[in-house]
């Protein structure tokens, strides 16, 4: 059964755990903004959720241990899986920074978002699933 709820909302979590990767990449950009030198970075969202779903849960989980029989077996998301690349800037500056704060700042509204719209469709699947199981 356990099972069963977990492959429900496995896609959603995995999203989400990439979602909140990605929103704390866009705000260590943002945070140096004004760093000389400091490159902006991102990564390619779907193709790494794509990734992460086609590798599935065996390969991209730590192993939490048990310390009583009855405890169940589970695994952590790994999240060093994110492939981080550099931003090319459209517009470069004197220092070397390529941080550009609109481009940050669209990012980061639209992850926000995508976060947002990724925690309704768990809470209405977790709702639905509450709905069937009570008399």
Not at 100 to 118: I, K, L, Q, W, Y
């Amino acid at each position: 059964m356990i099972d069963r709820l977990d492959a429900a909302l496995r896609f959603q979590q995995e999203a989400l755990g990439l979602r909140a990767e990605r929103q704390s990449v866009i705000a260590s950009n943002i945070a140096h903004a004004d760093t000389p030198g400091y490159k902006a970075r991102d990564f390619d969202f779907a193709g790494t959720l794509a990734q992460t779903v086609e590798r599935g849960r065996a390969a991209d989980g730590l192993s939490l241990s048990a310390t009583s029989a009855r405890h169940m077996p589970a695994q952590a998301p790994a999240r060093d899986n994110v492939d981080l690349q550099w931003r090319v800037p459209l517009q470069s500056s004197a220092d070397g920074n390529t941080v550009e704060m609109d481009t940050e700042r669209v990012a980061f509204a639209d992850n926000t978002v995508h976060f947002e719209s990724g925690l309704a469709v768990v809470n209405s699947k977790i709702k639905t699933m509450l709905a069937a199981v009570q008399p």
